[in-house]
């Protein structure tokens, strides 16, 4: 495993966008966008060896659409390309799993002045009305499984749904 990460400025025109585009990214497209007038590019970009993409696609887009010449990235380059692949997967699979605690996405944007419109922050007039993170979570397999219970076979080791 990766056991040193750095973080080297490459040129976008040196990077290429992985073929097998995964997600549809417009919108974070745009939002980035706005992100990168106000603050720079702060967060690296994945690269493999090959300065393919990894994570961080919609970033190089959005500072390829600003002209910006340079992007930092860390490049992954001890992984075969079977789990570069499976990063890749998970990487952008475990994005769906983040959730909102509501009360306190309210309390830190009262301390500051952003245009919620622009990132599509949720609505938080109605903070208190108890809205739980299942009222927000995906069609996703853990959702469908959540309630399934499976035992395993103390003789055979094999599973069981209930």
């Not at 966008?17 to 980035?32: A, G, I, K, P, S």
């Not at 603050?39 to 919609?58: Q, R, S, T, W």
């Not at 390309?81 to 799993?97: G, P």
Request: with cysteine.
């Amino acid at each position: 495993m990766q056991t040193k990460i750095e973080i080297v400025t490459m040129a976008v025109t040196k990077l290429k966008m992985y073929e097998n585009h995964l997600r549809e990214n417009d919108t974070t497209v745009q939002m980035l966008t706005h992100s990168i007038k106000e603050y720079g590019v702060v967060k690296p970009i994945l690269i493999d060896g090959n300065g393919v993409v990894v994570d961080g696609e919609a970033l190089l887009k959005a500072a390829i659409q600003l002209t910006i010449s340079e992007v930092p990235c860390i490049i992954i380059d001890e992984l075969t390309d079977e789990q570069i692949k499976s990063l890749r997967l998970v990487l952008n699979k475990t994005q769906e799993f983040t959730t909102w605690d509501f009360e306190r996405l309210a309390e830190e944007l009262a301390e500051i002045e952003i245009d919620l419109t622009t990132y599509e922050f949720p609505d938080l007039k109605d903070v208190s009305l108890n809205i739980s993170d299942s009222d927000f979570l995906q069609d996703t397999e853990i959702v469908r499984n959540r309630d399934k219970k499976g035992v395993v076979c103390p003789n055979c080791g094999n599973e069981f749904e209930l």
